[in-house]
C-alpha cells in the first residue's frame, strides 16, 4: 500500500529517548540519519529554511549515485553542525512528522547526533566556553570586569585575535556584560493584592535567565515595570542556574540534567504556591514547556513547571481576556517592525506579542515570522558567521522596509542579530532597537530612558539610533 501524503492529524512529538543505550548505538544511529535523509531528498522542502539542508542536498546531488548512497558516511556531520535546532523544519514544513507512519524528527535526530558526538569526543574550548553563560556571566557581569571586557569586545585588534584564537567572529555584535546584575537589583512588588484570572494567576514569579542578569537587564526591570503597572504582585525564583538550552545545542545531554536538577526545585515551589513563572527570553522558556518534558517525560515535577510557565506576552494576553490587563496607554509606539523568534513560535501560543502592542493606539505592528539565523552560538562562530547573515537577509529586508520607528523581537539576541543586517545593508533606517517589553513600558508612559532603579543606568544596547551606526 502506498504511503499516505501528509498527515491530517495534529503533529505529536515523542520523547527524546536519550537514557536508552541504542540511543547513542553509533550504528543505529547511522541507518535512522540514512533513512530520514533520503526522505528529505525525495521532499526538499525545507531548502530554504537554514544552510543544513542545502549542504545535504549538495552532498547527495554531488556524490557517486546522486542518491544518499553515494554521499561519504563522515560527511553526516557538515549537515548536523549546520543545524541550530530552531525546530523550524519540524514546526512548520515536514508533513512527515509523527504521527505520521515516518515519523520524521529531523531537529531531534539532529540533536541525538550532537549527543553521540558529545558522547564520543567532547566539545572544543570555544564550544565549551559559549554554552557556559553562567560562568561567563558570573564572571564579568560586575563593575570591575564588564566595563574591560565591553571595552575589548569593541576594539578590532582584540576581536581579530579572539577570532584566529578562539573561533569567534570578529564583525560579529556581542552583547555587552551589565555592571550591574538583574537578580541583585530588581524591584519586586509584593503589596499588592492577588488578583487570579480565570486563565492567569495573579501574582508572578521572575526566571530572570542568563542573558537577562548578566547582559540586558533593562529588559528585565521593563518587565517588572509593566507587573507592577499592573498592580501584580512579583518575586524572583529563589535560586537559579542556566535553563540548559546551550548545553542542549551542544549535544552535552548530562549537562542539561545537572542543571535540570538544581532548576526545578525551585521553580516547582513556586508553581505549587500559584505563580505563574514567566521568563523573558523565549529559548528559555520552551526550554521549560518543551525541550525538558521531552527529555525526562516521566518526571511530574517538570510537568508542573512546565503548566506554570509563561512567555511575557503570552501572560499579558490571557490576562488581557481575563480583563485585568491595564489599557491606559499614554503614548503610541507608531510603526513596529516586529520579529517572531523560533523559539517563541514553537511554543504554539500565538502571536500573542502582536496581539498586545496592537492595543496600543496609534500602533501598527509589521510581523515577520521567519528565521533570523543567529541562534544563541551559532551565529556567533566564525565559521558560520557568513551563513548566519545570508539566513537573515530575508528579515533584515522585511523588517527595515516599512520604514518602522522602532525595530523588536522577543529574543534580544535576535534583534541584535537584525539590527546589524540592517547596518550592513545600509538601508537607511531610522528605526531604534527595543524590546517588546520595553514597547510596551513606553507605551505605559515610562519614560524611554528612564530605569525604574535610581541611579541605575539601563544598557545603552536597550535602544540604539541604527542611522547612527550606518
Ligand atoms: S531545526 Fe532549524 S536549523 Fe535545524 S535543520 Fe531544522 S530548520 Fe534547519
Ligand atoms: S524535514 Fe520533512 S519537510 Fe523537511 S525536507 Fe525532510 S522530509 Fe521534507
Redesign the pocket.
Known amino acids: 500500500m502506498a504511503s499516505r501524503e501528509g498527515s491530517l492529524e495534529a503533529p505529536k512529538r515523542h520523547p527524546v529517548d536519550w537514557k536508552n543505550a541504542d540511543f547513542y548505538n553509533p550504528e543505529k544511529l547511522q541507518q535512522e540519519m540514512e533513512r530520514v535523509f533520503d526522505i528529505c531528498h525525495g521532499c526538499r522542502r ?1 531548502v530554504n ?5 542545502p549542504r545535504l542536498f549538495d552532498l547527495i546531488d554531488d556524490g557517486s549515485t546522486g542518491e544518499i548512497d553515494g554521499v561519504e558516511k563522515n560527511r553526516f556531520q557538515e549537515v548536523v553542525d ?9 514546526m512548520t ?1 515536514c508533513p512527515y512528522v509523527p504521527p505520521h507512519e515516518w515519523n520524521i524528527d ?2 531531534h535526530l ?1 540533536l541525538r547526533t550532537k549527543a553521540v558526538k558529545y558522547q564520543q569526543s567532547g566539545a572544543g574550548f570555544r564550544d565549551k566556553l559559549l554554552s557556559s553563560t553562567d560562568l561567563m556571566g558570573k564572571v564579568a557581569a560586575n563593575p570591575v570586569i564588564a566595563p574591560t571586557i565591553n571595552t575589548l569586545n569593541k576594539t578590532p585588534l582584540a576581536r581579530k585575535v579572539l577570532d584566529s584564537t578562539l573561533g569567534i567572529r570578529s564583525e560579529r555584535k556581542l552583547p555587552e556584560y551589565t555592571a550591574h546584575q538583574f537578580r541583585s537589583h530588581a524591584q519586586l512588588n509584593d503589596r499588592f493584592t492577588v488578583k487570579d484570572g480565570n486563565k492567569t494567576p495573579g501574582k508572578v514569579a521572575i526566571y530572570a535567565t542568563c542573558y537577562i542578569n548578566y547582559n540586558e537587564p533593562g529588559i528585565g526591570h521593563d518587565l517588572l515595570r509593566i507587573l507592577k503597572h499592573n498592580e501584580i504582585p512579583t518575586r524572583l525564583v529563589e535560586q537559579e542556574v542556566c535553563c540548559g538550552m546551550p548545553k542542549l545545542e551542544l549535544g552535552d545531554l548530562q549537562a542539561v540534567e545537572a542543571l535540570k536538577n538544581q532548576n526545578i526545585p525551585h521553580l516547582l515551589t513556586m508553581a505549587q504556591q500559584g505563580y505563574a513563572i514567566i521568563s523573558a527570553v523565549p529559548s528559555c522558556v520552551l526550554m521549560y514547556k518543551q525541550e525538558l518534558p521531552l527529555l525526562f517525560p516521566e518526571d511530574i515535577a517538570i510537568q508542573t513547571v512546565a503548566a506554570a510557565m509563561f512567555d511575557p506576552f503570552e501572560y499579558l494576553w490571557l490576562r488581557n481576556q481575563d480583563n485585568l490587563l491595564k489599557t491606559d496607554f499614554k503614548q503610541s509606539l507608531g510603526n513596529v517592525s516586529y520579529h517572531i523568534p ?1 523559539h517563541q513560535r514553537v511554543q504554539n501560543i500565538g502571536k500573542k506579542t502582536r496581539d498586545v502592542l496592537q492595543l496600543i493606539p496609534g500602533t501598527s505592528v509589521n510581523s515577520v515570522e521567519r ?1 533570523s539565523g543567529h ?1 544563541g552560538t551559532w551565529g556567533v562562530k566564525s565559521e558560520y558567521f557568513a551563513d548566519s547573515m545570508k539566513i537573515g537577509r530575508p528579515v533584515f529586508k522585511q523588517m527595515s522596509a516599512p520604514n518602522p520607528d522602532y525595530i523588536s523581537s522577543d529574543c534580544a539576541i535576535a534583534a541584535r542579530h537584525i539590527e546589524q543586517g540592517i547596518c550592513e545593508n545600509h538601508s537607511g533606517s531610522k528605526a531604534k532597537k527595543l524590546h517588546p517589553l520595553s514597547l510596551l513600558r513606553l507605551a505605559y508612559g515610562y519614560d524611554d530612558h528612564q530605569c525604574s532603579i535610581p541611579n541605575l543606568q539601563v544598557l545603552p544596547t536597550n535602544s540604539v539610533d541604527l542611522e547612527d551606526k550606518v
Open positions: 525545507c529554511l537554514c544552510t543544513a539542508f549546520r543545524c541550530y535546532l530552531c525546530d523550524m523544519c519540524f514544513k529531523f531537529p539532529m523560533c528565521c541562534d
